[in-house]
């Protein structure tokens, strides 16, 4: 397989955006961070956007944009976690792409959104349930899913993205 990008993925707050940033300049490659893109598209933040339309519209949009960033090269992509939920567009993305899973367990999830003030405006609940319940949940029914779409696993507890990108790089032979 020839690898003309890098696609990190992962729960919230495992360093995707933090780390992708690092490897394209290092790379000089491009970056894009797809729930970024996805809100400047549709002009809104998330949690606006889900507020007017709900998450299937979203997910929709996410859905059309992953397939549109199918056919890209030199890119280092940061997908939003539900990403990996989109079985089809996520087989389009791996074909020419080395796929890292950014792995972290869900107490130091926990503590990283907590330590974050923005995060509880950007992103709102897919579950109604209490921000705990959730990330236990939503873990248990992505994890086999970026076990099987992913190429390589990193747990990210007690590292940082510097270390992070330079592992990644390691592996990518750079």
Partial sequence: M??????????????????????????????IDTDELACQRLGAPIAEIVARHGWPFFRTAESQLLQ???????????????A???LWEWRELRRCALVVWLDADSDTILQRLRDDPASG????SLTGQTVTDEIGHLLE???PLYAAGSDLRLDTGGKTPDALAAEIMQKMGN
């Fill in 121 to 124: 405006h950007q992103r709102p």
């Fill in 141 to 143: 029914r992505r994890r």
């Fill in 2 to 31: 020839q690898t003309h990008n890098l696609i990190l993925t992962g729960f919230r707050a495992t360093g995707k955006t933090s780390v992708g940033r690092i490897i394209a300049a290092r790379l000089h490659w491009i970056f």
């Fill in 84 to 86: 990996i939920e989109h």
């Fill in 68 to 82: 549109e960033l199918a056919a890209i090269h030199q890119t280092v992509l940061a997908t939003g976690g539900g």
